[in-house]
């Protein structure tokens, strides 16, 4: 569920978000315990989201790249936000030390991940869509929601939001590599 965690969490938004509530959003993710501790990068993101920001964004903008980052933030406005909640929820944190990890030697279905590992990676995931559902929600009742262009380009800052991933691509196919044996040829 995590891996298409961005892709979920921007079609639930656009979908669900009259009766979305932080609480009851929470309720329904299998994400562990209620006690949500503060994510590292929530304060980054709620700042993205006020006007003040937005606009003092787009005055520092990179002027080469203002006309194509307006055009992406005004087309898919929802999945930059998006994709910037799941960069800090899930990609910046403690998943990235066990990414990095080697897989030759274990099975598909082997535990290549502690409980302590998991555990932090878990809690850091729940931190981080919080914040990204108070996110919503304050641009919700600023009358920001559906986000215009200026409010979503914050987002795009490299030092918010990724570079690279898709605004359209809905899904990727996961293939895990299958053990080598050494005996093999």
Sequence with gaps: MLGNLHVRFGVGVGVQLPGLHHERALAYLPLGP??????????????CTMPDVAAEVRRTWWTGRLDRDLA??????????????TLQAWRNGPVEGVHAG?????????????????????RHAQG?????????DYLRYDNAWPPPVERALPFLHGLVGP?????TEENRAVRLPFRRDATAT
């Excluded at 087309?75 to 909640?85: F, L, M």
């Excluded at 570079?163 to 605004?167: M, N, Q």
């Design 34 to 47: 209620k006690a949500i501790h503060p994510h590292p990068q929530a304060e980054t993101l709620l700042t």
């Design 72 to 85: 992406t933030a005004g087309n898919h406005g929802v999945r930059v936000i998006a994709n910037a909640v």
């Design 102 to 122: 080697r897989f030759e030697g274990y099975g598909p279905d082997e535990r290549r991940v502690s409980a302590k590992a998991e555990k932090a990676i878990v």
């Design 128 to 136: 981080g869509i919080f914040a990204g559902i108070k996110v919503v």
């Design 163 to 167: 570079t690279g991933w898709s605004v």
